[in-house]
């Protein structure tokens, strides 16, 4: 079984910046990146930033600006860059993808990364 392995995460002061990035755990045929999302204690999961396949991108209102998310197709990476970190942004973050092996299509989440900002 493949699995999505996502790596960046830590702890950042408040105006600061970390990387996150997602990709499988082995070899597999294909990797379609779809997006980040967030989850922060005693809150429902939320929608962080999308990409699609055509690289359109789509984020969240309250890290417009601040975040951007990109793929490398040759690694089978999709990345996070966070710039001007909040206190509100303290969540674990989820990758979520396609990945496709002999077996087929599988919708993959990571296991999550902790992100923690200090003010």
């Known amino acids: 079984q493949v699995d999505l392995v996502e790596s960046g995460g830590g702890l950042v002061q408040a105006g600061g910046s970390l990387r996150l990035s997602c990709a499988p755990s082995?070899?597999?045929?294909?990797?379609?990146?779809k997006g980040w999302y967030r989850q922060a204690p005693g809150k429902q999961r939320e929608l962080v930033a999308t990409?699609?396949?055509?690289?359109?991108?789509n984020y969240a209102d309250s890290v417009k600006g601040r975040f951007t998310i990109s793929r490398d197709n040759a690694k089978n990476t999709m990345y996070l860059q966070m710039n001007s970190l909040k206190s509100e942004d303290t969540a674990v973050y989820y990758c979520?993808?396609?990945?496709?092996?002999?077996?087929?299509?599988?919708?993959?989440w990571g296991q999550g990364t902790q992100v923690t900002v200090s003010s």
């Open positions: 082995g070899s597999i045929f294909r990797f379609h990146a």
């Open positions: 990409i699609t396949s055509g690289g359109s991108t």
């Open positions: 979520n993808a396609d990945i496709y092996t002999r077996w087929g299509r599988e919708d993959c």
